[in-house]
């Protein structure tokens, strides 16, 4: 597989540079560490194919709606991001995290495509039509994000979808990155403002 | 003080009903137990003036740019959120939380005046003129977060701001509650998810 | 499973109105959402036998001394509780609970029965034969406890136990769920206290 | 101040042999240092006064309720126990300790007496007057917790209370004793129940 | 297995009399509780080979450059200590509790042989040679290390080790004992440390 | 005050280039902030005097021993060390961590003047004579470690110290230097080692 790794203050950015499928696995713990050697907060961005099985899905609420779907996310064309924090790793900072992630990846999104969407949540829309998924979960040393958004509205049956390239995104990889790094701009940022505030 | 209290599931929103000005002392632990009685969790609403002094800030950093200002903090009408969180007080958790405020205030007055703010960490913009001001902050038992957004654009020298009325924000109120409430919707939301979510 | 959600603040109960047998297996994370659906801290009380088999024993000093037993922990009739916290989840903090409850279990017991039961750690005994077993657990996302309390004297051969009916408590179901919503209004005011305290 | 230490494996009791006023200074942190040395958690044991005026209540409710009066917590005569906690100092693990030590003090309060108490939360009644004051409290490196429980029935004029005297307990100091080893008891039980159990 | 318990303050000292080969397993949480019995923070120090197959490595920095080798962690004779923590069980504070035990084991060692050994994190050296192997873990709910010392150069290939024999350490027993003893005397301290500071 | 700041990954070295009297007043959250600008974790390293008040002092061990010393820590000649960390703050960690540092400033010292030191806890001496003194401490968003090494054997009278000077060390700054880098290099290494490690 074909990486760069962009270094920045608390967190790595490494960006795939060949199209890698998103099975669910790559949510397991130290996968970036397996697979880029980073040893540091990262986060993980690449193109291409969602298809998570039963197995491999955390979020047990659509484990038990889709338990009929064999492989129940999809999706044929995808931008993702898979973020690992080792410094706070509860569910709750986990999610908060998450949450701020999209909110990043909206403001980027509707930048480049000149529309607005929808954020509910974890969950991104275009005119009812859902854009991207997500799960937060948590392991024993370290906490994960990962945030799909779709580039074609291909390859789901059982929800309507919608994908950047339809909301007339047309650089795909820049977005990716923009997004990316913005995350990292952000979390940079927060580690800042933690050391200047007086207490109560 | 007239308020009236809504109770959420993990978290109360107080609308005050009077002009209540921001001196800075309204983030104190406790000041809402104090003033509006709730044991929960909470957001307080409320429009009015911004004074806050040297004394009273939390930002050393804004401190120490603006130690020739008596009151570097000023908005002559503005909305204002105080947000309080028993649950998680560490600074980090505070601050993300207070993103996420910001992320929502701006996805809703976006909607309202159908225009595009910018958003550069915990400030708002519309063409570089501030909107908001905020900090988030730990004491030894809760944290808490102030959120002003100015209604109008006057009483700041030393920094251009801008207003809600500027940006054509017509029912003021109806979109200070909107904002408090969503708060607390994603707040409940990720207790919910937490609570759906397998390890890994 | 027939069963009834009463939800409080802070905490679900949810009543199981069949007889279900306590295997040890609902202990494991997540149950009570795999089977009532509920995204709340709560606790779960019914009736049944009770039978541990060694492999879903978790307190390992039972496991050494009954190793040669190979259901160690049973009861003929019991009522259970199976708490489950996700905001903190620390062994200490879920020992705490656990004790906690057993005091709760103890002065409804009581009260019903006229009677002084007498409490070592995490075990409830009348005129030394054992009333309860209980045990607290954690993992990666949230912490559990069970605690049940013999209905019957019957169905354990190693140790002398004692039932509710014994001691002539006559409600049972009654009983089991006022010790459920004992449990909650004591978490539920805990949540209240911490939100009223100065610091020092 | 006459006082006698016993050492238990991971609490320290301090026996005051004085009479010893309670004046709400006490639940500052460190103080078991300051005046016994010790540098272990602990619980203090002493029998004396209460009086603690407005300034050092630290229950921000009882503070409104009882403004108008300018020592809302006394007692002529009560024992009173003062646990200082240095390994999780979070407010809601002191409240669940607080518990406890109350739960505690009421076992061994009823088998003394042969009267059966009610416990509503944090408070001690017999016949519905009141038997117990309490507080838990935490600082920026430990918690605290202030038990006191009446002796005789006078001193106080707002609410009706009872003393250990009037339930026909004989040897109060006997009982004090009791109450603050029975107490450690549970918590060194706990550490050992911590590191028995396996996790899920 | 013949083994001897040393009760000291916050942790037991088990020092096992045979031979006992450390293979990797003896890493997993409860090892200690399982055979020794203890239910406290505890040191388990022995002598023996050190044979750790790929399958029991946590390193996965080592499992990576080492993965053509089959037991890529040995030692013919080294001594060896398991420490297990439950009060704080965080990485990072395993990481720092593991630097101290190798600058314990160190100015021991030193003191011992007369020679000035360098550390390199985790590592202790003499002439570049290495004389120590160490890992750091944490499990659900406890964190333990791994820390084992060569007493002969012999049993490894692939990297150049030294052994407290080629230091001139005469007395391996003792010198084990002191090392562990010493690592307890700190923890104790700390504790003690933790008890007297006062907050900024 | 001229200084120097060298940005290592995760903390900042700031090297004071005037002599700096230590009075404890240095040891109060955000000092580095107010006097350098740094806005992340930090180590400052100083040349200069100590002397601090009874009313400085943060180890109420020695507050109680020296009472009737007016300034009670002192030295003529001095470099000194203070370190805040803003990631993990309970007084546990930063205890540990001020372990680190000693052992590390004894390695270096040791290399540089060819003599062996002794340690005991938080204290180093040569000849059963004081070379340091050093507090850890916790505030409400950070922790913070002071440091300080005597040049000098002056300046002392109730205890007898030594200095580097005696010991032969030559280039003062240059040791003082290294012992900070080594410090940061540590912290490095062990956020590295935590972003490696499976779990157990």
Chains 1, 2, 3, 4, 5, 6 share one sequence.
Not at 28 to 46: C, G, H, R, S, T
Not at 52 to 73: A, F, G, W, Y
Not at 118 to 126: A, F, I, N
């Amino acid at each position: 597989m074909r990486f760069e790794i962009i270094e920045k203050e608390y967190m790595d950015l490494i960006i795939v540079k060949d199209f890698l499928k998103y099975t669910g696995k790559e949510i397991e713990p130290l996968w970036a560490f397996k697979n880029f050697n980073v040893q540091k907060d990262n986060i993980v961005a690449f193109r291409g194919k969602i298809e998570v099985d039963q197995e491999h899905m955390k979020d047990l609420k659509d484990v038990k709606r889709e338990q009929h779907i064999k492989t129940p996310i999809r999706s044929d064309d995808s931008i993702n991001f898979i973020v690992e924090h080792f410094d706070m790793i509860d569910l709750k900072t986990t999610y908060l995290r998450q949450r701020l992630l999209i909110c990043i990846a909206k403001e980027i999104i509707e930048r480049e495509c000149n529309k607005k969407l929808k954020r509910d949540g974890d969950d991104l829309y275009y005119n009812n039509k859902k854009l991207s998924v997500s799960i937060a979960c948590k392991g024993i040393t370290s906490s994960k994000i990962h945030l799909g958004i779709n580039v074609k509205s291909k390859g789901v049956e059982h929800v309507e979808i919608i994908g950047l390239e339809d909301l007339g995104v047309e650089n795909i990889k820049e977005v990716m990155i923009k997004i990316a790094l913005s995350y990292i701009d952000e979390i940079n940022k927060i580690e800042k403002d933690i050391r200047k505030t007086l207490p109560i």
